[in-house]
């Protein structure tokens, strides 16, 4: 089971990156995937949830309306496009995997398999 995120990179507030998390040893339909953050001195937190079995997508209020969570199946991976990037959003991000009640989407002992994370950077 490996998870790559990738993607990563320094843009200017205004800007967009997107992220991709490419799985392998495993099938998207089994299980969620998670996208996290975590800044210098913050804990990790969670940015959005997508399950493709089930087609739910949720998004932290912090990101609502800013970023996508999309999947390319023949490719088995997930995407995080962000679009108006703000300074805050300045974090290493990282894609997991897991089977977490929606409730708890957001918490990262739900998730058992994580990237190595990929580092956003956004200058104001």
């Known amino acids: 089971v490996q998870l790559q995120a990738s993607g990563g990179g320094s843009v200017q507030a205004g800007g967009s990156l997107r992220l991709s998390c490419a799985a392998s040893g495993f099938r998207l339909d089994d299980y969620g995937i998670g996208w996290f953050r975590q800044a210098p001195g913050k804990e990790r937190e969670g940015v959005s949830y997508f399950k493709r079995s089930s087609g739910t997508t949720v998004y932290a209020d912090s990101v609502k309306g800013r970023f996508t969570i999309s999947r390319d199946n023949a490719k088995n991976t997930v995407y995080l496009q962000m679009n108006s990037l703000k300074p805050e959003d300045t974090a290493v991000y990282y894609c997991?995997?897991?089977?977490?009640?929606?409730?708890?989407?957001?918490?990262?002992?739900?998730?058992?398999?994580w990237g190595q994370g990929t580092l956003v950077t956004v200058s104001s």
């Open positions: 997991a995997r897991g089977r977490p009640v929606l409730s708890a989407w957001f918490r990262s002992s739900m998730y058992h398999d």
